[in-house]
């Protein structure tokens, strides 16, 4: 199975700060690696697709990049409405593995 | 406008037989995909299985042998069964609509939680 390692697992921000969190698989996943964003006692909701790929409805502070391996979800301006896990699901082989997640939380 | 809902028993005593019920609307199981994925309290995300819009089923291998996923067309249903329940099965369960493309959870329901407990 792909091993997702997400980092950090807690982040400390302050609103309007630009943040990277990172995804490292364990092997290649090509670009099929997509971010998911799950707000307390909420479903998780899409950010992401494909690596770098923007969602519509999506705010355009967040974006992302990478490819096999290494991956970086960015914020461009945290919002306090950030504040949420967000795990990185990989879909290039079976089982769809997911990251354990990077907690966002306001400093 | 894309939904989908997820319907349980809510309590389920252990090693007894877990049902859930995935309603969709706004979109053909014919065209699309549904993945079953679980969160146990406080914890991440787990994928359980799927099954695609031409009827073929995938598993998580870990959980394979307890798992049985189908689906009602006529419904716009997909169903879950998971046998032999243990405490560490105590989870919200979600469907999520799956896009063959790109293999990404696309739509998610609100979640069913589930304790086994006697």
């Known amino acids: 199975d792909v091993v997702l390692t997400q980092s950090p697992a807690t982040l400390s921000v302050t609103p309007g700060e630009r943040i990277s969190l990172s995804c490292r698989a364990s092997e290649s996943v090509d670009t099929y690696l997509h971010w998911y964003q799950q707000k307390p006692n909420e479903s998780p909701r899409l950010l992401i697709k494909y690596a770098s790929q923007s969602i519509s409805g999506i705010p355009s502070r967040f974006s992302g990049s990478g490819s096999g391996t290494d991956f970086t979800l960015s914020i461009n301006g945290v919002e306090l409405e950030d504040l949420s896990i967000y795990y990185c699901q990989q879909g290039n082989s079976l089982p769809f593995t997911f990251g354990s997640g990077t907690k966002l939380e306001i400093k | 406008q894309v939904q989908l809902k997820e319907s349980g028993p809510g309590l389920v005593q252990p090693s007894r037989t877990l049902s859930l019920t995935c309603t969709v609307s706004?979109?053909?199981?014919?065209?699309?995909?549904v993945s079953w994925v679980r969160q146990p309290p406080g914890k991440g995300l787990e994928w359980i299985a799927a099954?695609?819009?031409?009827?073929?089923?995938d598993y998580n291998s870990a959980l394979k042998s307890r798992l049985s996923i189908s689906r009602d067309t006529s419904k716009s249903q997909v169903l879950l069964k998971m046998n032999s329940l243990q405490t560490e099965d105590t989870a919200m369960y979600f469907c999520?609509?799956?896009?063959?493309?790109?293999?990404?959870?696309?739509?998610w329901g609100q979640g069913a939680s589930v304790t086994v407990s006697s």
């Open positions: 099954i695609w819009s031409g009827g073929s089923t």
């Open positions: 706004g979109f053909s199981l014919t065209s699309y995909g």
């Open positions: 999520a609509r799956l896009r063959r493309h790109y293999y990404v959870m696309d739509a």
